[in-house]
């Protein structure tokens, strides 16, 4: 079920190289910044961190800084690191909400260290975001903003489950909230760090946001039908919970009752698999895999505001890069 796109020129060796370098100035800030004499806190957090991830929010940030005429990668790549650092502490906070087990291809924080641990680790990676940005003044703003949007998006979800109400218009205004505000900050603060202007700022905002919600549409349809060693963290929650694109696609975005899909099922049978059953048997899928190419589509539309450029093609590529993976 991959979406074949147009895809950007190869990029040179030049891209390569300075992506790589903006990339590991950002892996020493993240985790220069989680450094803790407290060894609970140091080991819970370099466990999470060092599995690696997509890293797909600072890279964003690095590329828009760069196609934005942004040179000091070293300028960047706190804010960058401050970004990723922001989604790892949601991330670890989900685990215990979810009771995930694994992520990144590791056993989560909470199964190795308890819930209580894995809720301070959480919130420890919080706190470094504000250490790391504290010498960059209104850009504090932006990520704040975008703090607040991710903790009211993961509220908003968890009141339309036990409300039954998982509707597309509540899912839409989720995945708006607790993930492609991150993006529309990260894409922001790239832009105005090599001082942009207010169009260039504009299209930055509005790429990231729209990459963002092409990027929970994907995630969305994968927890359906991926597994879990190849996503690297449990999957079928948000189809066990009542939640996510597939509870939207199952319900026709209709109000619906978390009993409903166990009343169909047959006697004995998995519900979660009998979901995916029946998702897989129409063009459900298909059709919210081409809701997710339409957003990138904008996002990439709006980059014409940028000058052409190797990073430019970057930034273009990782979009498609979002609807193209299988992880």
């Known amino acids: 079920m991959t979406i074949h796109s147009a895809k950007p020129p190869a990029h040179t060796a030049d891209i390569q190289a300075s992506l790589h370098e903006a990339m590991h100035q950002v892996e020493s800030a993240i985790l220069n910044a989680v450094k803790s004499e407290v060894n609970v806190l140091d080991d819970a957090s370099r466990h999470i961190l060092q599995a690696g991830g997509k890293r797909v929010r600072p890279r964003l940030l690095m590329l828009m800084y760069m196609a934005s005429g942004g040179e000091d990668f ?90 039954k109400n998982f509707t597309s218009e509540v899912y839409s205004r989720i995945i708006g909230l607790k993930t492609a505000a991150l993006f529309q900050a990260a894409a922001e603060i790239g832009a105005r760090l090599a001082n942009s202007d207010t169009e260039t700022v504009l299209a930055a905002r509005e790429a990231g946001y729209n990459i963002g919600l092409a990027f929970q549409i994907i995630d969305d349809i994968l927890d359906i039908i991926g597994d879990s060693d190849t996503l690297g963290k449990t999957s079928g929650i948000d189809l066990a919970q009542g939640r996510g694109i597939g509870t939207v696609l199952m319900t026709n975005g209709n109000r619906h009752t978390n009993g409903e899909a166990a009343s169909k099922a047959p006697a004995g049978d998995d519900i979660s698999n009998m979901i995916k059953r029946k998702l897989l048997e129409g063009d459900r899928l298909d059709q919210a895999l081409q809701q997710a190419q339409t957003l990138v589509e904008i996002a990439v539309a709006r980059l014409d505001v940028l000058p052409p450029s190797e990073a430019k093609d970057a930034i273009v590529d990782l979009a498609y890069q979002v609807i193209n993976r299988e992880s």
């Open 74 to 163: 070293k300028l960047a790549a706190k804010p960058a690191a401050a970004v990723e650092l922001m989604h790892t502490a949601s991330v670890v906070h989900d685990d215990i909400n979810d009771h995930g087990v694994m992520r990144r291809g590791r056993p989560s924080v909470n199964s190795i260290w308890g819930r209580t641990f894995a809720l301070l680790t959480g919130d420890f990676l919080f706190t470094t975001v504000y250490k790391l940005m504290a010498p960059y003044g209104d850009l504090n703003i932006i990520l704040a903003d975008a703090a607040t949007a991710l903790v009211e998006g993961e509220t908003l979800q968890a009141q339309a489950v036990k409300d």
